[in-house]
């Protein structure tokens, strides 16, 4: 056993993520995880599938244990604030978006993702001021607006 077979369940996971088979995906991943237990990827995938079958607790779980093994990934924070955000918790993730920057002051998708919460949660001058940090920062502006249209779909 060993990497190689980490690896075979890593690759069967994410093929059943990208066809969104999100239970199976977390299954391929699992099995990676007991072969290779620390493999980052499988966990940030794992955590993916989680959220996207709308097992939030359990997202949030892989997300805490790769900031865990590096405190300072900002996309993982990303991600996880993604995952407070659909389970309906816009304190926990402006929070969490907000250590994401602490960490990396030049994250314009930890602005930009900030950005978008704070507009939810009413505080509009807020989400202005990260919106053109993020834009200063290289997001281009038709992404802001896209991925704010598709949020205002899903809420």
Known sequence: MGASNADAYYSRGYSRYHLGRYKLAVSGFC??????????????????????????????????????????????????????????????AIEDFTQAISVDPTSGVAYANRA????FAGTVEEARADAERAIGLGVELETLITTLKLNIRHK
């Open 31 to 92: 099995d990676a995880i007991i072969l290779v237990p620390n493999d980052v990827e499988a966990y940030r995938n794992r955590g993916l599938a989680y959220r996207n079958d709308g097992q939030y607790d359990l997202a949030v779980v892989d997300f805490n244990h790769l900031l865990e093994l590096n405190s300072k990934d900002v996309a993982v924070y990303v991600e996880r604030d993604i995952t407070f955000d659909a389970m309906a918790l816009p304190d926990r």
């Open 116 to 119: 978008l919460v704070l507009v």
